[in-house]
């Protein structure tokens, strides 16, 4: 069952943390505005963007949402969510690349989002979840489940944090 909790942080985010390899296979993290759509996460990146040359030669990427540290109740147990994606270019003039950027004209400021519709070197980049993780406080650690990576799976066999 889709859990509220997981869906409404993630919601209350404009941008992701995005994580790729380059072309030395170093990780490399940079961000993006991002939209959710048929559960999926999207975002629109320029060619020159060293993140979008590193998604089109390695599919394997992850996500990443964190909480605020200025509004996080202990900076050692910040909200997060992680997912590991493959990562796939949109076909330009698509049917759902255009709703997507429509939805990108719903979500942010409609006027610089047509402005870069017009720019030609701008793809849309889908992350698709094939694992991922929340962390939500002290003991509080479950695996994303469901088919849209939508649910908080408890997980087993961990004893928690021990004291010395």
Do not use: W
């Not at 995005?18 to 170093?26: A, C, H, Q, R, V």
């Not at 996080?72 to 997060?80: G, L, Q, S």
């Amino acid at each position: 069952m889709k859990n509220e909790k997981l869906i409404n942080f993630i919601d209350s985010f404009q941008s992701v943390v995005i994580n790729s390899l380059d072309e030395n296979k170093n990780p490399f993290s940079s961000y993006a505005p991002f939209v959710k759509y048929e559960n999926s996460y999207y975002v629109y990146l320029s060619n020159m963007a060293k993140h979008s040359k590193n998604l089109k030669n390695n599919k394997k990427s992850s996500i990443f949402f964190c909480e605020d540290e200025n509004s996080c109740e202990n900076i050692f147990a910040r909200k997060r969510v992680i997912m590991q994606c493959n990562t796939t270019i949109i076909e330009k003039d698509s049917k759902k690349y255009n709703s997507i950027l429509d939805s990108f004209e719903k979500k942010f400021d409609k006027k610089m989002v047509q402005t870069l519709r017009a720019m030609s070197d701008f793809n849309v980049y889908e992350f698709k979840a094939f694992y991922g993780e929340a962390i939500f406080g002290f003991g509080k650690a479950y695996n994303l489940g469901g088919e849209n990576f939508d649910e908080l799976i408890q997980r087993e066999a961990t004893k928690g944090h021990g004291h010395k």
